[in-house]
């Protein structure tokens, strides 16, 4: 039980409704957030560089273009 408390809530993304995300962009962001590579994130995600790009322009549509770049 909360008990009266809030959730923290990310202050960089936008308000995202639950049931216009697409859960299939999920592995594709995991991959990507462990290889930190797109490249290396298509290929653990069987997928094309080019289809890569367009889930992650997909993603940063959905979440307000908060996607890490580069190595974290």
Known sequence: MLSGR???????MRD????????NLIYPL???LEEC???????????SQSAM???LERLRDMLGDHL???RI
């Not at 809030?6 to 960089?12: E, N, P, W």
């Not at 995202?16 to 859960?23: P, S, T």
């Not at 590579?37 to 997928?47: G, P, Y």
Request: charged share 25%; net charge positive.
């Open 6 to 12: 809030r959730i923290v809530r990310m202050s960089l």
């Open 16 to 23: 995202v409704h639950l049931r216009n995300l697409d859960l």
């Open 30 to 32: 995991h991959a990507l």
């Open 37 to 47: 590579q797109v490249t290396r994130a298509a290929k653990r995600s069987f997928l």
């Open 53 to 55: 790009s367009r889930a």
């Open 68 to 70: 890490p770049v580069g």
